[in-house]
């Protein structure tokens, strides 16, 4: 079963604008991370957050954690056209396997 | 930098062949991981490895072998192809084991994909 579901599906916004993407887990975490996939790609790996951790920030992105209410928020400021891809949260569960558990994504359309 | 290459690219198969994937790192990393990706199912972990030698099943083992006799190689096979393995596979590399707080980053490497078909 999928840990992560991300929310909305599917985005689509205007270039300049600001992009949020959702993600909510079910069981306590480890660490939660983002990764970008562009059409046909491998994924790329965008930001990892601590579960001690509250927000972090990494160029125009930023991530915040709420470990109370099992969610995570993704935050493209500024969009660009070469922004549009699949995003997806992934998380380690602190029970049973060190293994990373990927949501289904969010495919964010920037037009331009 | 190569980083994570896979081979072959793209492979269509019949019900009942078999094939392996390759997968190759260039970056010294302890772990390797084969994922498959289906449309609104995101990816799943098929078998990973956590040192040469070693392997793990995942979330959907069946149907799937793998090998890791080198470091930088992990090879997944399927002995007798289904129409249910028509999936994009991805393998990935990581420097250490997915980290406790403190720890090392746990980013995973990805390849470009192998798109595999059954017919």
């Known amino acids: 079963s999928q840990q992560g579901e991300e929310d909305p599906q599917a985005l689509s916004i205007q270039e300049g604008e600001n992009a949020t993407m959702n993600c909510s887990y079910k069981t306590s975490i480890n660490n939660l991370q983002w990764y970008r996939q562009n059409s046909g790609r491998g994924l790329v790996h965008l930001i990892l957050i601590r579960s001690n951790e509250r927000e972090k920030h990494s160029g125009r992105l930023r991530v915040t954690l709420d470990t109370s209410k099992k969610s995570s928020s993704l935050l493209i400021t500024a969009s660009r056209a070469a922004d549009t891809a699949s995003y997806f949260c992934?998380?380690?569960?602190?029970?049973?396997?060190?293994?990373?558990?990927f949501g289904q994504g969010t495919r964010l359309t920037i037009n331009p | 930098n190569a980083g994570v290459t896979q081979t072959p690219k793209f492979r269509v198969l019949k019900t009942g062949q078999s094939m392996t994937l390759l997968c190759a790192q260039d970056m010294n990393h302890e772990y390797m991981y084969w994922y498959r990706q289906d449309p609104g199912m995101g990816l799943r972990l098929i078998h990973y490895?956590?040192?040469?030698?070693?392997?793990a099943k995942g979330e959907v083992p069946d149907g799937y072998n793998v090998s890791r006799l080198k470091k930088q190689n992990f090879l997944l096979g399927l002995e007798s192809a289904a129409p249910s393995q028509t999936s994009v596979y991805f393998c990935?590399?990581?420097?250490?084991?997915?980290?406790?707080?403190?720890?090392?980053?746990?980013?995973?490497?990805f390849g470009e994909g192998s798109r595999l078909t059954v017919l």
């Open positions: 490895s956590v040192g040469e030698g070693t392997t």
């Open positions: 992934a998380t380690v569960p602190i029970q049973g396997a060190q293994k990373l558990v």
């Open positions: 990935a590399s990581s420097y250490d084991r997915l980290p406790s707080v403190g720890r090392s980053t746990g980013e995973l490497f």
